[in-house]
């Protein structure tokens, strides 16, 4: 590592970069818990997905004398966001530096409270995917604040900062199979990216409209107006804990039919929301029908999706290419085949961190 | 009436004819209560359909000596029923019998119990419109049964013989606006067919494929496996209530709104299933998503939809022909747009008995 964080305010300004990649569920996060920033009411399992990914370049400096103590700044893919959605991010980041290097003078100023960001992300993947973007966009930004500042971190550090900016960003800081538990501050790794070779997802975008109501917004109407939000809360444990053992076991049908389960879970308790949540267009319904025509040919094919009209198709290598052909005619941008992808990775070609990558 | 009760086994054979109309519950039947034969698990409300009726043809004869006790016929839209579907309703028809009409010799005789029924009964609507034909089927076949040995019923007796059947056939005794309460043996009628002359139902038939898997088959598998079952049964009463007041109201939104929330919950419970249940096509969604158009341009439509893939939109007399020119594309047979109708009616064109048109 390059960065020291000993060397005190001269050395100012930092940049870093950082690259993640987006977390499939196969066991949903749906619903938070109250009380804590996003923390999730149940648990989830992932697929980290290797084909696509977020990078992130990040310049932290030292605010001068009178600045705002508050001008981060980030720009996605080209265009200026909200600071105020990045808000709790960048003051969590300054609190965990502040927590780590107390002013050496031990005076009332705080190391991480003159620290402000400029951040710069993009992804390789269209928006249109409907994979969760900010999930490995927080996990890159989350991994380079805390390198650029306090040099190398635990990955479980890092998965916690990452939950602040987006639940499910917490995952993508590991490569391979993950889990986050229901009220856990951070995810773990359940096995390494090279865990099951032969595994592959594939991404079916049917449609580019921005999604009618935020995947926040629906999670906290589920909640409050719907009836089974409960009782999925309750059946969440149980499906996660077979959605491990398929894992543990490579086996693709119990992960498939049990992803199945959980995504159909998921959205049942939207629909079942007043007024109802429906992300679902007829060309996902035609996806799901004909996957379901596949799977009585004798094919190994089971879909997921996630708060959108798209469909992820978990199968093997054997099928990915068939399964991206079969729906081609539907789709708004070309499938995406993804093996199990790696964790987050800090640092420029030459100076390179790998976090996570390890078997927890 | 021309059948006396009384006349003695002379008088037999007897033929008598009855039509009655489908039933379309707004708030919905789904799951069944254990140890008695369809008694609802959930409240319902529903509405009589005027346009489209099943037209039955009864002949009801003494059984000879030595003929088999269970030779009861029934033809269906010209083809012949597997009698075992039909047994424990007429089973239960004789025992009606029996207990009103104990045997004058006071014998161990039953007078019921040397009955048996030839059926003739057909629908004017295509089997692809996804309503229940048989409840419209029960309805008239229990009316026509108890006339023909009984004279003149009360319209709750038919009810809860038709119910026997087929468990929304209780409904469909009765015109106009009707509520079975979970675990009621009968249907009541709320408002006769009078009550609402704007409203209209829009039939929207996508497919005539069989369906993959009867109403009884996956409300049994929806109560085994689906983790929202036992929320559903909690919540449908009180659905059920603001069904009836947006009845009593005449206020479509409300109906309509209601009616949505309504089967998204009953379907919410089947998606949830394990296996999942789904009857929805790529066309049911397009139409779904259609409504969701029209009424952002200020339409008054709502939908619903049964065990099955077609739409019913609930609407009123200014809009109903556009809906159905709206969506004609994705239909294969034509739309089919209903007044509210009256209850079953037995007898001949000249010796007709209205039973159950009146306001309860």
Request: with cysteine.
């Amino acid at each position: 590592m390059s960065h020291d964080p000993g060397q005190g305010p001269e050395s100012f300004p930092r940049t870093i970069s950082a690259t993640a990649h987006p977390s499939l569920a196969v066991a949903k996060y749906w619903g938070k818990q109250t009380g804590a920033i996003n923390t999730a009411a149940t648990p989830s399992v992932a697929i980290t997905l290797g084909a696509i990914a977020a990078r992130t370049t990040l310049t932290v400096d030292c605010a001068s004398e009178g600045d705002q103590p508050c001008r981060d700044q980030v720009v996605l893919n080209g265009v200026s966001q909200d600071p105020r959605r990045f808000r709790p991010f960048f003051d969590a980041v300054r609190e965990v530096i502040t927590l780590n290097c107390p002013h050496q003078d031990g005076g009332s100023d705080q190391a991480g409270e003159c620290l402000f960001f400029t951040v710069r992300s993009d992804n390789d993947f269209p928006t249109a995917a409907g994979l969760a973007s900010s999930a490995a966009g927080f996990a890159a930004l989350a991994a380079s604040a805390l390198t650029a500042t306090l040099g190398e971190r635990p990955p479980e550090e890092i998965s916690r900062l990452a939950r602040i900016g987006s639940g499910s960003a917490c995952r993508s800081v590991y490569g391979g199979f993950t889990r986050w538990d229901a009220g856990a501050p951070a995810a773990e790794q359940l096995y390494p990216e090279t865990w099951w070779p032969d595994l592959r997802v594939v991404v079916l975008p049917v449609s580019s409209a921005e999604k009618p109501l935020s995947s926040r917004d629906a999670m906290n109407r589920t909640r409050d107006t719907s009836p089974f939000y409960d009782a999925w809360v309750a059946d969440a444990p149980s499906l996660a804990g077979e959605t491990r053992e398929a894992i543990a076991q490579r086996d693709l049908e119990r992960l498939g039919q049990t992803a199945r389960l959980s995504y159909l879970r998921m959205f049942s308790t939207m629909f079942a929301a007043a007024p109802p949540i429906m992300y679902w267009l007829p060309q996902s319904l035609e996806i799901i029908r004909g996957l379901e025509e596949l799977r009585r040919m004798g094919l190994p094919v089971w879909e997921t999706m996630d708060a959108g009209p798209q469909v992820k198709v978990i199968t093997d290598a054997a099928h990915a290419r068939q399964v991206a052909e079969e729906f081609r005619d539907l789709l708004v941008s070309p499938a995406i085949i993804s093996e199990v992808g790696p964790g987050v990775t800090v640092g420029t070609a030459s100076d390179r961190t790998v976090s996570g990558g390890d078997h927890a």
